[in-house]
Each structure stands twice: as structure tokens, then as C-alpha cells.
């Protein structure tokens, strides 16, 4: 499957961005969808995770309660909305499929199969 991530930008803090990733070349339907962030000098992260059936999501607690993850099957594509951007929000974000796993390890860079080319997201204070 390859995947294309869009929707990074430059937003004041406070503000809101929504990233998309869409799937194509594969089922795309039968990953787990999770999303990532590499901020400068700075090892990549866990983000955002969300089950094949996106009936169970998972977050970094720091964006607990500001970002939402979901996907639409139909679209083959998955979706990270970012409220209450803040200036360490600032990074490259990528998204990544994982054949389906036990949750602890959507967290992990290494369950992924498959990433996206990164889309930049810049938070000004």
C-alpha cells in the first residue's frame, strides 16, 4: 500500500489544521492507520493510532483531548484533526499503516509496513 499524507501548513497557536492520508495500491481497509510527528533534532513519535474498523483509537497524551483521529473506508483515507495547536506541535508528521496488532504496539515505529512522505506542520507562537 502506499500512502500520501497532505494538509501540514504555517498556524498560529491555538489554531486548527486537519492532515489527511489516503491509501492506494492495496487494502487499504485492512491496516491499522497511525500517525507520527519528527520535530527538529528530535527522534519521530507517536502520535495517533486508529483500529481497522476505527472503532478503537490512540493517543499520545500530549494531544489527549486536542487532536481526533478517524478514517473513511470508502475514501481509503485517514484523518488527523489538530485543535489547540500549540509551538511544540510544530513538526513533520507522517502517516503509516500497520497490519492489525495488540494495541501497545501501534505505538512502536517498527509495527508499521508502510509511510507516507511526510507533510510539514508549522505552530508560530
Known amino acids: 500500500v502506499q500512502l500520501q499524507a497532505s494538509g501540514g501548513g504555517l498556524v498560529q497557536a491555538g489554531g486548527s489544521l486537519r492532515l489527511s492520508c489516503a491509501a492506494s495500491?492495496?487494502?487499504?481497509?485492512?491496516?491499522?492507520m497511525g500517525w507520527f510527528r519528527q520535530g527538529p533534532g528530535k527522534e519521530r513519535e507517536f502520535v495517533a493510532a486508529?483500529?481497522?474498523?476505527?472503532?478503537?483509537?490512540y493517543y499520545q497524551d500530549s494531544v489527549k483531548g486536542r487532536f481526533a483521529i478517524s478514517r473513511e473506508t470508502a475514501k481509503n483515507t485517514a484523518y488527523l484533526q489538530m485543535n489547540s495547536l500549540k509551538p511544540e506541535d510544530t513538526a513533520v508528521y507522517y502517516c503509516?499503516?500497520?497490519?492489525?496488532?495488540?494495541?501497545?504496539?501501534?505505538?512502536?515505529?517498527?509495527?508499521?509496513?508502510?509511510w507516507g512522505q511526510g507533510t510539514q506542520v508549522t505552530v508560530s507562537s
Open positions: 486508529i483500529s481497522v474498523s476505527g472503532e478503537f483509537t
Open positions: 495500491g492495496g487494502t487499504g481497509s485492512t491496516y491499522a
Open positions: 503509516a499503516a500497520s497490519p492489525p496488532r495488540p494495541r501497545s504496539k501501534y505505538t512502536y515505529t517498527s509495527s508499521y509496513t508502510a
